[in-house]
Each structure stands twice: as C-alpha cells, then as structure tokens.
C-alpha cells in the first residue's frame, strides 16, 4: 500500500546518493560488466543507472516493484551473501517516493518497461534497448515534500554520490564504472570513470586504487593481507604522508560490501595513532572476508553498519596487520 511504501521509503532512501547506491547494486547484483550513473541537479530531478546485466523480463517487472519480491533468497531461504539485495525494498520504496521508470531487456527477450509514480504502478509497455536495464528515477520525494527540505545543496548532492560509486568501483574493480552530470542542455560532464581492471584481485584493486585515489597513492600505498581466526583482511593501507583532512580515502569493506563502521574506522586510527595528529585521517582500502555467521552486515537497511561476533577480534587484526606493515616500511 503506497503509504506504507512512503514510510518504509525513508528507511532505504534518505537523499539522492542512497538511491545511487540501491541502483547500482541492483546492477552489480545483476552481474553488470559496465555501469553507467548520470545524475542531474544533484540527483534531485534525475538519476538514471544503466547496465549490461541480466535485464528483468516484461512478466517479472511488476514483481520487481513489489514490497519483499526478491530473486536474490534462494528455496532454502538462505541469504546469498553474494550479492548486495535481499530485502526487495529499494525498487518498490524508489518507486513511492518519485516517478522510477524501468526499461529491461533479457539476452533473447524483448525489452520492456513499466513505470510507477509516487506509488501509482503503470502498465508494462514494449521498450526498444539493448541487452541489460536502464532504471529512471526523476524528482526524487516529489511525494514527500518533507524530505525535500532535508536535501542539501546540488553541489552537495552530488558530492555524496560520486562518493557512493567511487565505494561500489572499489568494491567491484573488474566492473567499468562511469559517472556523469547531465545537468542542463549539453551532452553532460563525465565526473569520475573506471574502466575494468584485469588481472588477479589484489592488481586489479591496485588498479581501481589508481583510479580512485591517484596513482601516486597506489604507488606508495602497503599492502596488506593477513588473517586470524577466521577473519581475512586484505587491501592496501597508505603511508602517514599520504593521510588526508577528512576520512574520504578511508574504504572499508565486509564481505565486499562497503561498510562506514565506527568499530573499523576506529582499528585504522590506532593503528596510525603514533604517527598521526588527530586532525589527519588515513588512507586505506581495506577488505574483511570472513564466514557469515561471524558478522551481521544487516543492523540497517542501509547497510553501513556492521557487527562482529567478536569486535576486539577485527580491531586487533587491523591493528597490528597495519602497524607490521608500517614498521616493514621504516615508521
Ligand atoms: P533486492 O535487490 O533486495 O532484491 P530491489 O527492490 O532492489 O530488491 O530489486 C527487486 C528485484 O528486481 C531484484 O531482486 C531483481 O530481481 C530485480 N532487479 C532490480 N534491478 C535490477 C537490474 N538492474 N538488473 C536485473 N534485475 C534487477
Ligand atoms: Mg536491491
């Protein structure tokens, strides 16, 4: 029912940048090999995420916009820790809260579309598009003026979804990520672009670590690979001198989700603790990979947060993986 959508809506999307972040994992989720995300006026009027993914058939589209429809739970009604969705809420929310039009073509189908307007589910109509899905959400919380006020500046806006795609590009470094402002007339302006990267996991994330921090970062960045009981981490953690004045190029991930969790961000403190002031943050891409019944990665919708089975655990791994590899280059 469209109200509760709108209730539910505000739990999964608070701004622009975190309905970029349901779309393009639906589009990673979706096994896309390249992901394009235009956004205009911040996100505020049009955010549009096209991918080469398996593409939703015409029948499943109504499906897709329904509360808890999901093809990402298996018969066991076990999680598939594989990929981003489980919950079937980011479609029908995005749905309730602005105008989401759907195109979609699977390999061998014909393409199709549907739309739904503050809740109101349109009819599915054959579409011309290539292979994979082209998901448009324009004048996001037209539905909830409330929100609207919540909303930043566009500059701001966008900001924080260059910061999600840059989080999902190091997530996913074999998949080419392009991300450009449509705002206004013009062919639009292309902020940030990845292209796939090749090889094993760790050069391919060194790759994507030139692409997202700067190849002098990458160059000078420590790699780190290291486990205990259980718990692997893996990535790379930047020198002191390369430590910036906000947490920006802090990436951390869980089971290859990214994570923003106070308990990480914390351990790459202490780890700089004797070689930082308090006003520099470290630079860092680190991933945990770890059995799912040692962390819960769902205490929100959103996702950001997570829970170990064993905190200290985490925290002393990261700890003294990065001080070992500091100490290894002469700090
Ligand atoms: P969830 O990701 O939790 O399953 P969503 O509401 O985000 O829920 O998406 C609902 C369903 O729509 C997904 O389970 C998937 O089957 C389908 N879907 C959404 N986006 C895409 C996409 N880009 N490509 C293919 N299928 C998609
Ligand atoms: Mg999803």
Redesign the pocket.
């Known amino acids: 029912d469209a109200a509760i959508n709108r209730i539910a809506a505000g739990e999964v999307v608070e701004r622009p940048a975190s309905a970029v972040k349901?779309?393009v994992?639906?589009?990673i989720?979706?096994g896309?090999r390249r992901i394009t995300v235009d956004y205009a006026d911040g996100g505020k009027t049009l955010i549009r995420?096209t991918?080469d993914?398996?593409?939703?058939s015409g029948a499943?589209l109504p499906l897709?916009l329904s509360r808890h429809?999901?093809?990402?739970i298996d018969g066991s009604d076990l999680l598939n820790i594989h990929?981003?969705?489980?919950?079937?809420?980011?479609?029908?929310s995005l749905g309730a809260v602005g105008r989401l039009s759907?195109a979609?073509r699977p390999e061998g189908e014909d393409g199709a579309q549907i739309s739904v307007n503050g809740g109101q589910m349109g009819a599915v109509k054959p579409a011309a598009l290539n292979g994979g899905?082209v998901?448009t959400l324009r004048d996001l919380f037209f539905a909830t003026p409330a929100r609207l006020k919540f909303l930043r500046t566009d500059r701001a806006e966008a900001q924080a979804i260059g910061d999600v795609v840059k989080r999902l590009a190091m997530a996913e470094p074999f998949v080419q990520f392009v991300l450009r402002d449509v705002s206004g007339e013009g062919a639009g302006r292309e902020v940030f672009r990845a292209g796939a990267e090749q090889g094993d996991m760790f050069a391919a994330l060194h790759g994507r670590l030139a692409g997202v921090l700067g190849r002098e970062f990458a160059e000078n960045a420590l790699a780190i690979d290291a486990q205990r009981e259980g718990l692997h981490l893996t990535g790379y953690a930047a020198l002191p001198t390369y430590s910036r004045g906000s947490a920006v190029a802090q990436y951390l991930f869980v089971n290859g989700r990214p994570v923003r969790d106070k308990l990480l961000v914390g351990a790459l403190r202490g780890a700089y603790f004797d070689f930082l002031s308090r006003d520099r943050h470290p630079a860092a891409a680190l991933f945990i990979g770890c059995d799912p019944t040692l962390v819960d990665v769902n205490v929100h919708p959103a996702k950001s947060e997570v829970r170990f089975r064993d905190p200290g655990l985490a925290r002393g791994l990261i700890v003294s993986a990065l001080r070992h590899a500091l100490a290894e280059a002469g700090h």
Not at 69 to 72: D, L, N
């Open positions: 349901e779309l994992e639906n589009a989720d979706a896309a995420v991918d993914g398996c593409g939703i499943d897709a429809a999901t093809s990402k990929t981003f969705g489980f919950r079937g809420e980011a479609l029908p759907i979609s899905t998901v």
